[in-house]
């Protein structure tokens, strides 16, 4: 059990750490908004989150 849980733990941090890196500070706020929507049921947070980041990825194409 504690395999995987570092195996989750280091795939979040991967996963926050390349967002960070290819769209910046924004794209951590809306992964972080994103998470924490899911996490407290909120859909109104997450919708955000993934508003903010579908802005990021399509921004060079608008």
Do not use: D
Not at 7 to 34: R, S
Not at 35 to 57: E, H, M, Q, R, Y
Request: aromatic share 4%.
């Amino acid at each position: 059990m504690p395999a995987i849980a570092l195996l989750a733990a280091v795939f979040v941090v991967g996963v926050e750490q390349t967002v960070q890196w290819k769209y910046g500070a924004v794209g951590t706020v809306g992964l972080l908004l994103l998470t924490i929507g899911i996490k407290a049921k909120n859909p109104t947070v997450s919708s955000l989150g993934a508003v903010v980041l579908a802005l990021l990825v399509a921004g060079p194409a608008l």
